[in-house]
């Protein structure tokens, strides 16, 4: 069995401007998933930095409200809110509530750094 608790995982910037928590990565934790999972955090007035990822992605909103933008669409998003993200497509999201956003990041096949753009 292996149970990750967010607040035991290092937590890091990531490329997008994110605080990032990395939950579960097939390379790193010797599971036999196709996917990565990680929880994410942007501050209040804060947004990530447009990006793309080769890969699919999804984000599943925990706490918080933001607008989330794919390529030329933007929408709200608030905790409960899940976000298919297809591959290539670019993307960032923003905070703008008062209190932190709070997201997982589930990308299959698992996030590998060659496979995501910094666009900004």
Known sequence: MLIRDVEHCKE???????RLRELLHPEKTNLKIGYSLAHACVEPGRATLPHRLKTTEVYYILEGQGIMHINEEHSSV???AAVYIPPGAVQWIENTGDNALLFLCIVEPAWRLED?????
């Open 12 to 18: 890091i910037a990531a490329g997008d401007g994110c």
């Open 78 to 80: 608030k905790a409960g």
């Open 116 to 120: 995501e753009e910094i666009l900004a």
